[in-house]
């Protein structure tokens, strides 16, 4: 969290934080036994081990995937994600739920691995296309998630959208987003239950 006002964040425990995100309906499902289940089957019944591993690395446990985090909004990758996904641009409507009737904000027209030099070094990037649901194409070189990431909140944020993807700090070299709305993650936040990287990517 920045530190600019002065205020240092304080986290909730791994387990208050998931009471607080089933409370608000950000995370289903995930009661106090379904959680001393999963501590059982993953970290052989040690609160420790779980409060060790973390919120998101709970959370990450839980959902086992990226379909199954979709549907409460959650999406994670390791930074360079092309080598466990065909087509994030999907993976990241499917997280942000459109409406039936909705066309979906971004697809994906081409996607292909290739040696940037544009930072004046050599690295490995993936090289991707998508059409807005306009028909207006964009190109994207894209390090890690959080370049496709940029991509759809600027696109919402344009909008008048009121919902972001929101980046949570993982301190690795994965990324994991929630899609929700700002104000709640604002509250959230404040409450210590929600981990975000930087609070100022949520006034707007």
């Avoid at 995100?21 to 420790?48: F, H, I, M, P, Y």
């Avoid at 994030?88 to 009737?101: D, F, H, I, M, N």
């Avoid at 894209?142 to 993982?170: G, M, P, Q």
């Amino acid at each position: 969290m920045s530190s600019e006002a002065g205020t240092t964040q304080i986290y909730m425990m791994p387990r208050e934080a998931i009471r607080r995100l089933v409370q608000e309906g950000v995370v289903r499902g995930l009661d106090d036994g379904t959680l001393d289940e999963l501590r059982q089957e993953c970290w052989d019944g040690s609160e420790e081990q779980l409060e060790e591993a973390g919120l998101l690395g709970i959370l990450s446990f839980y959902y086992e995937s990226v379909d199954k985090g979709a549907v409460d909004g959650f999406i994670w990758h390791a930074d360079e994600f092309w080598h466990d996904s065909d087509d994030v641009v999907a993976e990241l409507v499917a997280t942000l739920k459109p409406g039936p009737a909705d066309r979906p904000l971004f697809k994906q027209v081409s996607a292909k691995e290739k040696i940037s030099t544009a930072r004046k070094f050599r690295e490995t990037v993936l090289a991707l296309q998508v059409e807005r649901d306009d028909g207006v194409l964009k190109d994207v070189e894209a390090r890690s998630l959080a370049d496709v990431v940029e991509c759809f909140n600027a696109e919402l944020k344009a909008r008048h959208a009121t919902r972001r993807l929101i980046e949570l700090e993982t301190n690795g070299d994965w990324q994991m987003y929630v899609a929700m709305e700002l104000k709640l993650a604002r509250k959230l936040t404040a409450e210590g239950a929600l981990p975000v990287a930087d609070v100022e990517t949520l006034e707007g």
